[in-house]
């Protein structure tokens, strides 16, 4: 069965850094990954995905993830981010079966 | 087009009374999915239907909890009788059928269960 780790429960940065977010999986064959974001009273919205192709894909709101293989990783990054990013971010893999798996997710604190 | 919708947005009841929660799929989509998510165990997959047939129901806590799919834009979570360790947020979610065998889901914005 798959899984997902995100190391990181909580995580602050000041507006206008950057962010990596960490996210590991565990899957047999080629996963497909997912990075969503969820804020306060808000369900979940997909921010991107990664089925096959470029390990780098791009995704809403100026973010992007790297997908490796080598690593069983799928970091989520934005060079610069803004108040409004404060929010809840879960990374999901998911399988054949249409099932998704999340990580417990990683709180996003932007400090001015 | 319009995304999931969920109703109620709020629900607070007494414990031992019949809780339903509704879920109205995107059109076109073939895949629903039940999503309970509480702060100790995170976001749980309850039960999730392809067109409109039950596929897995092994997330599902024990029998007070039950849901059906009557057709394509309809489905409820059932809750009876209700107890406060059922007090939660349930998301419905909805994806659509492709050859890659794996599409995004899709989110209401979910029910906030609260079990007096």
């Known amino acids: 069965a798959q899984s997902v780790t995100q190391p990181d429960i909580h995580i602050t940065v000041s507006e206008g850094a950057s962010l990596e977010l960490r996210c590991n999986y565990s899957?047999?064959?080629?996963?497909?990954l997912f990075w969503y974001v969820q804020s306060p009273g808000q369900g979940l919205q997909l921010l991107l995905k990664y089925f096959s192709g470029d390990t780098l894909v791009q995704g809403i709101k100026g973010f992007e993830a790297e997908f490796k293989r080598s690593q069983s990783s799928f970091n989520l990054r934005k060079p610069s981010v803004h108040w409004s990013d404060a929010a809840e971010y879960f990374c999901?893999?998911?399988?054949?079966?249409?099932?998704?798996?999340f990580g417990a997710g990683t709180t996003v604190t932007v400090r001015a | 087009d319009a995304g999931v919708i969920q109703s109620p947005r709020h629900e607070v009841t007494e414990m031992g009374q019949e809780v339903t929660l509704r879920c109205k799929p995107i059109?076109?989509?073939?895949?629903l999915f039940w999503y309970r998510q509480t702060m100790m165990r995170g976001l749980e997959l309850l039960i999730y239907?392809?067109?409109?047939?039950?596929?897995?129901d092994s997330g599902m806590p024990e029998d007070r909890f039950s849901a059906k799919m009557p057709n394509a834009s309809f489905s409820t979570l059932k809750i009876q009788p209700s107890e406060p360790r059922d007090s939660a947020v349930y998301f419905c979610?909805?994806?659509?059928?492709?050859?890659?065998?794996?599409?995004?889901?899709?989110f209401g914005d979910g029910t906030r269960l609260s079990i007096l």
């Open positions: 059109s076109g989509h073939d895949y």
């Open positions: 899957y047999g064959a080629t996963p497909y």
């Open positions: 239907f392809n067109n409109n047939v039950p596929i897995d």
């Open positions: 979610a909805s994806s659509s059928e492709s050859v890659n065998g794996n599409q995004p889901q899709h």
């Open positions: 999901a893999v998911g399988s054949n079966d249409y099932k998704l798996s």
